[in-house]
C-alpha cells in the first residue's frame, strides 16, 4: 500500500483546510485508516480513524468539533476537513492504514504510512 498525502499548508488562525490521502491498491476500501500529526519534538498524536465502511469514525481530543474524517472508496481517498484551525495544529500530518477492524489510536497499530503533509497555523 501506498499512501500520498495533500492540501497540506499555510493558514491564518480560525481558517479551514481539507487535507487529502491518495492511497493505491485494490483492497483500500477493507482498510481501517487514520490521521495522526506531529508537532517539533512532540510525538505522533492520533487525530482521526474511520472504518473500512467509513460507517464508524473516532476522533482524538484536539479534533473533535473541528476536524472530520471522510472516505471515498471508488477514489481511493480519505479527507480530513480540519476547521478552526488554531496555531497549536501546526504539525506534520499523516496518513495511516492498518488491517485491523478496529480504528486504534497508536501509532503502533499502524502498518504503512504516507511521507507527512505540512500545516502551519498563524497567529
Known amino acids: 500500500v501506498q499512501l500520498v498525502e495533500s492540501g497540506g499548508g499555510l493558514v491564518q488562525a480560525g481558517g479551514s483546510l481539507r487535507l487529502s490521502c491518495a492511497a493505491s491498491?485494490?483492497?483500500?476500501?477493507?482498510?481501517?485508516m487514520g490521521w495522526f500529526r506531529q508537532a517539533p519534538g512532540k510525538e505522533r498524536e492520533f487525530v482521526a480513524g474511520i472504518s473500512w465502511s467509513g460507517g464508524s469514525t473516532y476522533y482524538g481530543d484536539s479534533a473533535k468539533g473541528r476536524f472530520t474524517i471522510s472516505r471515498d472508496n471508488d477514489k481511493n481517498t480519505v479527507y480530513l476537513q480540519m476547521n478552526s484551525l488554531k496555531p497549536e495544529d501546526t504539525a506534520v500530518y499523516y496518513c495511516?492504514?492498518?488491517?485491523?477492524?478496529?480504528?486504534?489510536?497508536?501509532?503502533?497499530?499502524?502498518?504503512?504510512w504516507g511521507q507527512g503533509t505540512q500545516v502551519t497555523v498563524s497567529s
Open positions: 495511516a492504514v492498518t488491517v485491523a477492524r478496529n480504528i486504534g489510536t497508536t501509532p503502533y497499530e499502524y502498518g504503512y
Open positions: 491498491g485494490r483492497t483500500f476500501s477493507s482498510y481501517t
